[in-house]
Each structure stands twice: as C-alpha cells, then as structure tokens.
C-alpha cells in the first residue's frame, strides 16, 4: 500500500504549469492531513463547515483553507475569517451573504462561480445561460469584500471521457469569454477549478488551473 506522501508526490509529479492541487481531505482524520501537510501540502479542501471549524482549530495555522462543496448562506459566518477560497458560488444571494460576512473582518474573500455543465441533474450550479445572466447584470461589482476569481466546475461522472473532456471545454469556453467581456483589464479573474481523482488528467489538459483530488491522496472515504 503506498503512502499518503507517496500518492501526493505521484499527483505532484503529473501537474503542469501553474496548476495548483487541493488536497481534499473531507472525511479523513486529522493525522491523515498532517501526513499530507509534513509532505509540502498547504492547500486543503473541506466541504462541510462543521468538519472544517474543528479541523482548522486543532491543525497548523498556515493551511490555507478551501471550501470545495455547496455552502449554506447560515454557514458562511463561521469561516469567513479565515476561508482562502470558496469554490461554488451559485446565487447572488450567497455571494452577498460572503460579502457582508467578509466586511466584518475587513476581508475581500476570493470566491469562484460554479458551472453546472455536467449531465446529472443537480440543483447546484448556475446553467451556462444563468452565469451569463448573472455576470451581465452585474449586482457583484458592487460587493467591494469578495472577489470573484474564477469559474469551478465537475464533469458527468462517467467513464466515457470524451464527455469529461467536453464538459470541461464547455467550462474553459465560458471562462474565456466571461474574462474578455467581464474581468479584461482584472488580473485576479484567473482561476478555473477542476479536475477530480478520476479526471484530473483530463483537466489540465483542458484548462484547469486547480485540481481538487481526494481519494487519489488519501485513499477511499
Ligand atoms: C469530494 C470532492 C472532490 C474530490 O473528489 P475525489 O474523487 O475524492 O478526488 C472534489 N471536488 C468536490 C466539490 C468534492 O466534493
């Protein structure tokens, strides 16, 4: 069996450029991520606040957390003074919710836009054309303590990866032409989020900036 420092150097190994890796270690134990942390990870992703808070409170100060998975608007106040990044904004509404919870700590907190451009049905995300909607109406430039950084997304979980690869070209497409009408002259617009244990391969080659991989790390949950 090959170690949580081995798996993280193997997945280390296959990124390019300036891809970055999320180590996402929802579901494992505190001396899992540690492992992970004395190998030369920084970045972890956590998907339930609860999980997070305790985590954060016991584990070394300079982690830089990331919140990967769907957050409540009554959550966001728990974490907004210390959260890195948030991964799946999906409503104006949750982004002002950050917004104000980041005013009180005289944050500006970078969050992403998720893209629901997968073939499941999910209540989660904004549809291509609610993301266009949402950019054009431009509520968010008022919003003066987030940021929006970047567009995250998951493929049709699928083993056909002409899909996979299709779903994140879809998202890359519409990254680059929310950045030549929205964010030109906006250099922190720069990030696209995707790229599981599955398909992280597939993700680079199709764009990705950041890759979130869990159980390629640290083993089935
Ligand atoms: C759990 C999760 C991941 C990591 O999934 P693995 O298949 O374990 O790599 C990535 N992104 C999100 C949003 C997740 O919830």
Known sequence: MSSIAENLLQVRQQLQGNVRLVAVSKYHTEAEILEAYHAGQRIFGESRVQELQVKRNNLPKDIQWHFIGHLQLNKVKYIAEYIHLIHAVDSLKLLEEINKQAGKYQRVIPC??????????????FTVEECNDFLERGDWKDLENVRIAGIMCMATNTDDKERIRRDFHTARSFYEMAKERHFAHLDYFKECSWGM?????????EGSTMIRVGSRIFGER
């Open 197 to 205: 244990s599955n398909d992280y391969g597939i993700a680079i080659e």
């Open 112 to 125: 992403l836009l998720q893209l629901h451009v997968a073939q499941e049905e999910t209540k989660y995300g």
